[in-house]
């Protein structure tokens, strides 16, 4: 079934422990994007990329690293985790070379740093 | 600055009753503007797009909204509301050349009750 992977489902991550968050999608979509949700603040672009091999900073990007190898995957990395990272975090994709400009999202990761 | 502003962070409602969820979008630019549900414990699913031509809008389940630029609204409308509508809502809006980086209001809170 096409459509986007998000894994872990959930994690509990001491303070200072480094993490991966992994995405994958198998649409073919060219851009790629990482938000978190947070309770009354709606969801928040912590990075994006536009194309494989690119990448840039959203609205709330530190503390957070990605990397787009290549046109599936969009891993988000956090190198040392705080307690203000708690959150739920969104993969999504689109394809906006078709003008559609709809944005696919996955189940989610639900990341608690203690 | 562009944002998205979505007044009512809860909207409680009888089932079969109509509902509005209202939403207004402050830009420069012209916009693209978007609905999107979250049922509980998932990711986000598009209801409903506006990219041009007719303001009034259709989307799944029965949900339609009314894009009004002079007054940068973009409410959503069911004249029915059933039990498994009760979800988080989101607005969000695109600018217009600025790629699919979404802008999301803070989300309102539709709950359905017998």
């Known amino acids: 079934i096409a459509g986007i992977t998000q894994a872990p489902t959930s994690q509990i991550l001491a303070a200072g422990r480094r993490m991966t968050l992994r995405c994958t999608q198998d649409m073919r979509h060219n851009a790629m994007y990482w938000y978190r949700q947070d309770l009354g603040l709606g969801l928040r672009l912590i990075h994006y990329s536009n194309t494989a091999g690119t990448t840039g900073k959203g609205e709330v990007p530190d503390g957070y690293s990605v990397s787009r190898a290549n046109t599936d995957d969009f891993p988000l990395t956090l190198a040392s985790a705080v307690p203000s990272q708690t959150s739920v975090y969104f993969c999504?994709?689109?394809?906006?070379?078709?003008?559609?400009?709809?944005?696919?999202f996955g189940p989610g990761t639900r990341l608690t740093v203690l | 600055a562009q944002s998205v502003t979505q007044l009512d962070s809860q909207v409680p409602v009888f089932e079969e009753a109509p509902v509005e969820l209202r939403c207004n979008y402050s830009?420069?630019?012209?916009?693209?503007l978007f609905w999107y549900v979250q049922y509980p414990n998932q990711g986000l699913q598009l209801l409903l797009k506006?990219?041009?031509?007719?303001?009034l809008v259709k989307g799944i389940n029965g949900f339609e909204a009314e894009f009004n630029k002079s007054q940068t609204s973009f409410h959503l409308r069911k004249p029915s509301v059933h039990i498994s509508d009760t979800a988080e809502y989101f607005c969000?809006?695109?600018?217009?050349?600025?790629?699919?980086?979404?802008?999301f209001g803070t989300g309102t809170r539709l709950q359905v009750f017998p």
């Open positions: 969000a809006v695109i600018l217009v050349g600025d790629t699919d980086k979404l802008i």
């Open positions: 506006y990219l041009s031509g007719s303001t």
């Open positions: 999504a994709s689109s394809d906006y070379r078709k003008g559609s400009n709809e944005q696919f």
């Open positions: 830009s420069s630019v012209s916009v693209y």
